[in-house]
């Protein structure tokens, strides 16, 4: 059964694999401060075209939100998420474990706009509730759905000019950046956010998220931070590696757009045979709405996730395609379902 669940039931690109093993008898320092980490960040910083930011590579998205959000807020200060933020729904209540609240707004495309941080912020206005801080967003939301520049950057200037922290949640982010219409760089992501993180993990590394900080009030003593959450590697060499060739040339965004063009050929079937969608996404996460009695038979070859109740006789099913999503499954898929 060829799935269509997530973006990381594969391991890892080839190239990657190989570069792994080619240094794998080389001794190197610990904790990051080996050559290959070191390269890494000096190429993300050239590709941001900022050298006073500070690169952090960490395991996993959940560990890079729980110790950035954790490091930024003081203990009575609190993030606000869309209600379908990943770490509102998803990460087990990491965040609020770390001690801090997460405050929610309805969104029906999962993106977060001025307005409705405005009115947490009115409700939110003296010592005996939270102080609302920080601003998480995801980019791609957790829908697929992506922010402009012009909207990142309206959010970045209400969030300034209210003293907010703007941290992306970037998991996907080559996904949105590839995005034409986006009109979205590394570099504007970097301008129009306090911190952010690039995700290796969902875009063909084994794993491991790179996190930028640009604010400099949130960048001191921060690996000390990563260490007391165990989120510091003996070996950051393995993240380094990875890292190192991802941005080595285009591969990162090669991998993204793959995944993306999946989609959209997924999308384009689907649209042919009548299906509706639950939502507009142009990245790699699509959201079709079928019949139930025509959902249990692909489930017989395919694996997905049901998503969304639509009515008795319809639901939303979540596809995901992947860096290494083959362009045969795809049309499998679309074949079986005209079928």
Known sequence: MYSFKNDYSEGAHPRILNALIESNIAQEEGYGY???TQNAVSKIKDLIHNQNIDVHLISGGTQTNLTAIGAFLKPYEAC???NTGHIAVNETGAIEYTGHKVITVDSNDGKIVPKKIQEILNSHLNEHVVKPKLVYISNPTELGTIYTKEELKDLSEFCESNNLILYADGARLGCAICVKEANLTLSDMCNFTDAFFIGGTKNGALLGEALVIKNEDLKEDFKYHIKQKGALLAKGRLLGIQFEELFRDNLYFELANHA???AHLLSKGLKEANCEFLIDSPT????????NKIIERLEKKFNFYTWEKIDDNHSAIRL????????????????????
């Open 284 to 291: 790699n996460q699509i959201f079709p709405i079928l019949e």
């Open 34 to 36: 080996d050559r290959h």
């Open 80 to 82: 606000i998420s869309a």
């Open 320 to 339: 995901v395609t992947s860096w290494a999503t083959k362009k045969e499954a795809v049309l499998e898929f679309i074949d079986e379902l005209k079928k």
């Open 260 to 262: 993306n063009e999946m």
